[in-house]
């Protein structure tokens, strides 16, 4: 299936500092998801945006759905040691309904210095 | 909150075994998947499920097979463990995200799975 470009693949930060990653895709996407993944478990939902435009905050964290419904960022301020993880969008496509497939970005690699 | 077991968090198994990877969800949805993940490949759909005794291949079916006799309960079964099927596995359900109601998925805790 198709995957979503994420970047950075990976960070490596200080604490305190101030993060953004985003996610782009040739086709457009009804619904942008992101998840947090801590090491050995399964992926934890964020955020999730379902019109274009949409601007949403979860705590330090806010995502975007662009306008072009073609991507997405992710931002997270003031960082802190337990920010560390692999941070995932995905998008599901017009039409997928039934089945409801989510297509995803392949993560970002968080790493915050203490 | 939405509920998602797995009935193993490591298994350790050999090749040519028969494996059995077990999902349960709490919230009586219909639509349940199992993805794998690995470095570099990220999440790959192997089956979904949409209604009891449904299935629907995803990217990656090859070696896998799945079972659903039971709504709440969404098997996937390795006949003949090879060492390349060594992954994490991950189960998730559809669901809606309170509030606005839209869709999402959730997933359960993963399956590390070592298959010597």
């Known amino acids: 299936g198709q995957q979503l470009n994420q970047s950075p693949q990976s960070m490596f930060i200080q604490e305190g500092e101030d993060v953004s990653m985003n996610c782009t895709s040739s086709?457009?996407?009804?619904?942008w998801l992101w998840y947090k993944q801590d090491p050995g478990e399964g992926p934890v939902l964020l955020i999730a945006l379902y019109k274009a435009g949409e601007l949403t905050s979860n705590g330090r964290l806010t995502a975007q759905f662009g306008i072009t419904r073609k991507d997405s960022f992710l931002n997270i301020s003031a960082s802190i040691p337990s920010d560390v993880g692999i941070y995932f969008c995905?998008?599901?496509?017009?039409?997928?309904?039934?089945?409801?497939?989510?297509?995803f970005g392949e993560g970002t690699q968080l790493t915050v210095n203490p | 909150d939405v509920k998602v077991t797995q009935s193993s968090r490591y298994l350790v198994k050999r090749t040519g075994e028969k494996v059995f990877l077990e999902c349960v969800q709490d919230m009586d949805h219909e639509n349940m998947f199992w993805y794998r993940q690995d470095p570099g490949l990220g999440l790959r759909l192997i089956y979904f499920?949409?209604?009891?005794?449904?299935?629907e291949k995803g990217d990656i079916p090859e070696g896998y097979s799945v079972s659903r006799e039971k709504k709440e309960r969404f098997s996937l079964i390795l006949e003949s463990a090879s060492t390349n099927q060594t992954s994490m596995y991950l189960c998730a359900i559809k669901g809606f995200t309170s509030g606005s109601w839209g869709e999402t998925q959730y997933f359960g805790p993963g399956t590390r799975l070592l298959v010597l």
């Open positions: 499920s949409y209604d009891v005794k449904m299935k």
């Open positions: 086709s457009i996407f009804n619904t």
């Open positions: 995905a998008g599901l496509p017009p039409g997928e309904t039934s089945g409801s497939r989510l297509t």
